[in-house]
């Protein structure tokens, strides 16, 4: 009895070992061109220790007649779960005939036993040709050694020396440019103070110096006919300065009230006898006349005169010319700057097509 149970574990035990073992062989692809290449994996699954030797070939060994292993790699072992691992070896095949070739099953030896995938079947196709006209047909050409032709690239040069003289004819105007100071133009604002607001201003100071009860009499009637002509010059547009006291109440009584021209004459009347006939005037004759002098200009001012006034500068001509010569530098610097870029793009896409 002991020895049947011996020999049925026995027995048992090999079953187990056995069926540990699988062995499985696949093909990337069945059917490949004439030349073309594909893979063959060959993998085992055993448990963990065994001795596993799988089949090896050398570079253009066949695997079958018609069928070449062009390599084979290393074999890749990878754990599996309950004590198993595997074993992978892939193998590069190829084939120059067309035919279907049997792949006969690959043999594994495990501790000694040996073990067999499944068989493999290959197609191998050829190209197709067309038969008919063979003179469409030309052997491989070897690699060309093109000669340099100038004209294909004269024109890239003569552009590329043209960009060349144009850059440096762009840098020199824009050196001329900032050597070339610009024409400053500024529009100057000026405070205007009306003509009667300044003769006032002018009677007002000379009435708070009290020199109408001064006896420089020749003074007084000096700065107040001052006041008086340079009133007239401004409001009335001719020059009083450069007048006689008659020739201003002549030009005056144009177009003037004969009352307001009477006092006037008076008054600069009393400023020739003071100032050349050596006449000596009272006090209350000195204000009446200041009287006369406020009394003219506040009946002949203007009101709401503006109280700025726009200065332009006066450009002289070679500052004109200057301006003009500024505007075309800087059109020139601009126009020359854009055919530089342009000459560099088409350039540079020139020999980019030859090279």
């Not at 120059?96 to 690959?106: A, H, K, Q, S």
């Amino acid at each position: 009895m002991k020895r049947i149970i011996c020999i049925i574990s026995l027995i048992t035990c090999v079953l187990c070992a056995s069926a540990k073992v699988f062995v499985e062989s696949k093909i990337d692809s069945i059917q490949i061109l004439i030349g073309e290449q594909t893979g063959l994996t060959l993998s085992v699954t055993t448990g963990q220790g065994a001795h596993v030797t799988m089949p090896s070939f050398k570079p253009s060994e066949y695997i079958t007649p018609g069928v070449e292993v062009l390599e084979c790699s290393n074999a890749d072992t990878s754990k599996l779960d309950n004590g198993l691992v595997r074993i992978t070896r892939k193998y590069t095949l190829t084939s120059f005939d067309e035919n279907l070739y049997y792949i006969p099953p690959m043999k594994v030896k495990v501790d000694g036993k040996e073990y067999q995938s499944k068989s493999l079947a290959l197609k191998v196709l050829t190209v197709p040709v067309d038969t008919l006209h063979p003179e469409k047909f030309y052997p491989p050409k070897g690699v060309q050694d093109n000669p340099f032709l100038w004209s294909e690239w004269e024109q890239a040069f003569w552009l590329s020396v043209i960009f060349v003289l144009v850059c440096v004819l762009t840098y020199y105007l824009w050196t001329r440019l900032k050597e070339n100071k610009p024409v400053i133009a500024q529009v100057r604002i000026i405070k205007k103070i009306p003509p009667h607001q300044k003769a006032l201003k002018e009677i007002e100071r000379i009435k708070d110096d009290r020199m109408s009860v001064s006896e420089d009499q020749k003074a007084y009637y000096t700065l107040l006919t001052d006041v008086l002509r340079k009133y007239i010059k401004a409001r009335f547009g001719f020059n009083a300065m450069e007048m006689t006291s008659s020739e201003i109440i002549d030009r005056l009584q144009q177009d003037g009230d004969k009352k307001m021209i009477d006092e006037l004459k008076e008054l600069f009347t009393t400023a020739d006898l003071v100032k050349f006939a050596k006449y000596s005037t009272l006090i209350n004759e000195n204000d009446a006349n200041l009287v006369n002098a406020v009394e003219f200009i506040n009946t002949t001012k203007i009101e709401n005169q503006p109280t700025v006034e726009r200065v332009e500068p006066q450009l002289t001509e070679t500052d004109k010319r200057n301006m003009r010569s500024r505007w075309s530098l800087k059109l020139s610097i601009i126009i020359l700057s854009v055919v530089c870029a342009a000459l560099l793009v088409y350039v540079v896409y020139q020999v980019c097509l030859l090279m």
